[in-house]
């Protein structure tokens, strides 16, 4: 395969004298977070006007995000629906992640520590969906065959800012109604039917049909904090899905970490991953979106080029939205599953499966991606390094931002300046 092959190139390094020094930095946020799990599942339910459930078999809703404290909410509402006697079972709602098949979607499951074992309830998977019916904008609603076949439907899962699109009602309970339970059907048909633009009032509109066609019980909402901890969990009836929505995304996008420095010639992100956000890195964080990738954003960061160092295991090779980037290392590409990529990217308008510049190792992309920044010497460039754009508590940044770090109280030095270690094949030794 090409990707296991080495490239010849040769890079113009003339005026190069090393990569300036690089800077650990603490970046501080709010920290508020939920401790006991069980705990506030079980108050958040508690204050529903729930009907009688024994026997009644019911559907939880499971995505395919890293999202803290997932399994635990799964399993602390199926402990509290079997606690009332109802007979829940979980089904994967991810679209067309997972390859777009049942096997595979358990597969996502399992890697990110969902199973049956630690859920303590039967997974069930199917890719068949039935039609609910169609939205004003046309969007066929399709719904999860065994989440529509169970008397109630649960739908769980996290609100945050979208990573393509804004409006009132963006990722979250609505999006894994018509996406999630809609399986690779009903995600291909969101998708394509109308421009980006419009997403999110064919979101709610799309919504609107399934909860008048679906049988939900409730929904429970997770926000997450800064340092991708539980801030809050949130239960809502189905007829205050619409209403409450945007008041959590509110709260949501206002407890996002963010890259404290705007001006970046060269953003070095170590890890992109499908769990870590649907876009594999969150252009909420690195300022550069899907929709508009050499637009820069009003209070997001503004980096020139973005060099991608590796693609993490629990994506299973799934690298739709990788076109956003300038440079990946050969190692993220001989990561890369395309057919998986193929697949997602083909349900989505966007289509971003673009397979950026590819070097050998580590020192190489990085060099690349700083020297096309237009600055006459590398020494010059401002870098910043992430570990990805879920872990932001600590980042690296080269010595010249020192200026900016002083004049900031929620930053702290926390080690340097010193050099970028790489090892005799090129790449960097904490990284490996």
């Not at 949501?252 to 769990?275: C, H, R, S, W």
């Not at 401002?382 to 940044?397: A, C, Y």
Request: aromatic letters at 6%; hydrophobic letters at 40%.
């Amino acid at each position: 395969m090409f990707f296991d092959k080495e490239i010849h190139y040769k890079l113009i390094k003339t005026n190069f004298t090393g990569f300036p020094k690089m800077i650990k930095v603490e970046q501080r946020f709010s920290n508020i977070q939920v401790v006991d799990i069980d705990q506030a599942v079980h108050d958040e339910m508690l204050k529903l006007p729930l009907p009688e459930l024994a026997q009644k078999s019911v559907a939880v809703t499971a995505g395919s995000r890293g999202i803290p404290n997932f399994p635990e909410t799964c399993r602390a509402i199926g402990r509290e629906l079997r606690a009332r006697g109802a007979l829940p079972f979980v089904v994967p709602a991810m679209g067309s992640h997972g390859g777009g098949t049942s096997e595979g979607q358990i597969e996502v499951l399992s890697s990110l520590g969902m199973t049956e074992k630690t859920l303590e309830m039967p997974i069930r998977a199917t890719m068949e969906t039935v039609v609910l019916g169609h939205s004003p904008e046309g969007v066929e609603v399709n719904c999860d065959a065994n989440a529509y076949g169970a008397d109630h439907i649960v739908i769980c899962g996290r609100v945050k800012p979208h990573t393509d699109f804004r409006g009132p009602i963006e990722s979250g309970l609505c999006k894994m109604m018509i996406v999630g339970l809609g399986k690779h059907r009903g995600a291909v048909s969101f998708h394509k039917t109308g421009g980006i633009m419009g997403m999110s009032q064919r979101l709610q509109s799309s919504a609107k049909v399934f909860l008048e066609k679906t049988n939900i019980l409730f929904a429970m909402a997770l926000i997450d904090n800064a340092y991708h901890q539980t801030k809050r969990l949130e239960a809502v009836m189905p007829q205050d899905i619409l209403d409450r929505e945007p008041e959590l995304l509110k709260e949501a996008a206002a407890a996002m970490p963010n890259i404290a420095f705007q001006e970046i010639d060269t953003l070095i992100v170590d890890q992109y991953g499908k769990e870590i956000s649907g876009a594999g890195m969150d252009p909420n964080i690195t300022g550069r979106f899907l929709f508009a990738p050499e637009m820069k954003m009003e209070g997001y960061p503004h980096p020139k080029k973005i060099a991608i160092l590796r693609l993490t295991e629990m994506s299973h090779g799934n690298a739709a939205g990788l076109g956003i980037a300038d440079f990946i290392c050969r190692k993220f590409a001989q990561s890369l599953d395309l057919a998986a990529t193929y697949t997602n990217s083909l349900s989505s308008p966007l289509c971003m499966a673009k397979i950026p510049m590819i070097m050998n190792n580590d020192i190489d992309t990085i060099y690349a991606a700083a020297s096309a920044c237009g600055k006459s010497e590398i020494r010059e460039v401002s870098l910043v390094r992430i570990r990805n754009t879920l872990d932001l508590d600590h980042i690296w940044v080269s010595e010249n931002y020192l200026p900016e770090i002083e004049a900031n109280a929620d930053l702290k030095i926390v080690d340097g300046p010193r050099s970028m270690e790489f090892d005799a094949f090129g790449n960097l030794v904490d990284l490996e």
